[in-house]
């Protein structure tokens, strides 16, 4: 009787698992500065926006500040669109770019 | 405007007679930013982010349209006509009361209005005085957008007092 032949198999060490996040890289959502909006309003939209406490939207308002940009979220296109929306608004000077 | 009660889901504040006029000066002047101000992304734009910019133009034409008539109903009920519920007069000034959701739909209106002031202006940078010299034809617009920053200021205290 012949013996089945089996497939060859070999352990994939060293081969990374696709995340999620590898397959669809998402939308970069990134506040940029502006010498107009006052520092705690910016902190206060981040905290409307996103639901966020006060330290961590303070810490974004500050980066945004001194840094001259924030990434606030990655997100599919959908939600990074809508949050764009949300923030401009609100008059900030926000964009999506591509995770990629 | 100075908040004298700040309560669960209310705040309460003060205004004088000629605060009262500025206060609807300032809110009658919305909107000042166009909505095609905005940009969806600094990236050279495909179909898709196209797509996206021609939406969010939309979208803020659409929230313009709404604030106008809310600004209107607001001045309105809050500012101007008969007395209401919510509003006492007594020696010119007026007690304005806004929910919590209210004072947050003002910071919005009177932001874009300091925005859109400050487009006017050259977009000049805040910190570095020589980015801008006062005139007589941009006076206005910058007393417009320091008054709309004095007002914001209060009701964020008042927010998150």
């Known amino acids: 009787m012949p013996q089945p032949v089996l497939p060859e198999v070999t352990p994939d060490i060293g081969v990374k698992d696709e995340t ?3 397959l669809d890289p998402g939308y970069l959502v990134i506040c940029w500065d502006d010498p107009v909006n006052l520092m705690d309003y910016v902190t206060h939209v981040f905290q409307k926006v996103f639901g966020w406490q006060r330290q961590k939207a ?3 308002m500050l980066e945004v500040h001194t840094q001259g940009k924030s990434l606030l979220t990655r997100e599919s296109l959908e939600k990074a669109e809508h949050y764009v929306h949300q923030l401009h608004g609100y008059g900030l000077h926000a964009t999506m770019e591509s995770g990629e | 405007m100075k908040l004298v009660k ?5 705040l309460v504040f003060e205004l004088g007679a ?3 006029e500025l206060v609807i000066h300032a ?3 919305y909107p000042q930013l166009n909505p095609d101000y905005h940009r969806i992304t600094k990236a050279k734009r495909g179909r898709k982010l196209e797509e996206a910019q021609k939406l969010l133009v939309e979208a803020m034409t659409e929230r313009c349209a709404e604030n106008r008539q809310l600004v209107a109903t607001f001045i309105r ?3 101007g006509g008969a007395p209401v ?3 006492k007069r007594a020696r010119g000034k007026i007690l304005l009361m806004l929910t919590r959701a209210q004072a947050d739909w003002m910071l919005e209106v009177l932001n874009d209005v300091r925005v859109g002031s400050w487009v006017k202006l050259g977009r000049p940078d805040q910190t570095d005085v020589r980015s801008m010299r006062l005139s007589a034809e941009n006076v206005a617009a910058f007393g417009v957008m320091e008054f709309c920053g004095y007002l914001q200021m209060i009701l964020l205290e008042a927010l998150q007092g």
Not at chain 2, 6 to 10: E, I, L, N, S
Request: charged share 60%.
């Open chain 1, 20 to 22: 999620k996040d590898d």
């Open chain 1, 58 to 60: 303070e810490h974004h």
């Open chain 2, 18 to 20: 000629r605060e009262r």
């Open chain 2, 77 to 79: 009920e809050k500012l």
């Open chain 2, 6 to 10: 700040r309560h669960r889901q209310t």
């Open chain 2, 27 to 29: 809110l009658r002047l």
């Open chain 2, 85 to 87: 519920e919510t509003e």
